[in-house]
């Protein structure tokens, strides 16, 4: 029987936008705030109650995804639920999907399981009788320049997302991407250059001068102040010392932290142990709490705090 946790996990330590936060931040429940875009990977929320049978509730969320391959074509199933989850494939289509899960794979409360597809087509697969999810892979080429507008994105009817008036001199739209179809978070893509063909990691989106806002639902948050505080305390209590020195702000009258561009660190764990540590350049950052509809926006570039603020002000 596999487990969704790893003993060996690779962090960019002080990298807190992309892959990088989401696996630090993916352990914070109650301290700290989640919400960003990660390029590579899809999520698969199994919610709540999700082991209760009831016709018509959904087990998987969203029960059928489509994935590019070579884009986001990792898949990781999230368990909100409060019971431990299983899933398995329905066949040898993918066969070493099939090997990895024939024996079910159990993912405990709060925990995660990922898998990397690589071939295209269509990929049942389940955990209980009536619980039953599909991923469908299919080849990136002739997409990875799409989609560059919200237009194409599909959003929850309470789900707002709202762009900046103000951008660095050059600066447009290049690229949009989602999570979940729009329902688990939003990444715009701002740049003075062509975007197109959309490859790399966000982190070298980022180095390259792109301007990255991602937008997430967060209901979890009672109020701006209670978001400020969680965030202060989350980076105060930086086990490695790596992540820059964050200042609390105000932008445009929601709480908020920030911080200059700074030397982070690419740190490679083992059993929790850094093993392996670099220096990277990381971005400058602005993430603000909107009370008004429960969203969390990050704003990250390679350009001063003061010029950041500026972008995060301007969206109202």
Known sequence: MAVGDRATMHVIVGLVVGLAFILLLAIIFG?????????????????????????GKASFEPKEIKVMLGVNNTIRWINRDSVPARISADNEADPNFYNATKDFVLILPNKNYEYTFTKVGQ??????????????????????????????????????????????????????ESDDGGRAGVALYYANHS???????????IQEGTLVITVMKADDIANGTDFQQRETAFYANDPDGTIAKVQALDIAGHKAIGWEPFTGKNAIRENGKVVQ????????????????????????????????????????
């Open 31 to 55: 301290g700290g705030t989640t919400g960003s875009i990660h390029r590579n990977i899809s999520i698969v929320t199994i919610p709540y109650n999700a082991s209760l049978y009831e016709e």
């Open 123 to 176: 990929f049942g697969y389940h955990g209980a009788p009536w619980q039953r999810g599909t991923i469908i892979v299919v080849d990136a080429k002739g997409s990875l320049c799409a989609p560059s507008s919200l237009a194409s994105i599909n959003l929850m009817n309470d789900f707002k997302v709202r762009q900046p008036t103000s951008l660095p001199q050059g600066y447009v739209l290049g690229q949009v």
């Open 195 to 205: 975007l197109c063909p959309f490859q790399g990691t966000l982190t070298d989106q």
């Open 277 to 316: 540590s670099t220096p990277m350049q990381l971005g400058g950052m602005v993430r603000f709490f909107d009370d008004s509809d429960k969203t969390i926006y990050t704003i990250t570039a390679m350009q001063p705090l003061g010029e950041i603020t500026k972008v995060a002000a301007s969206i109202k």
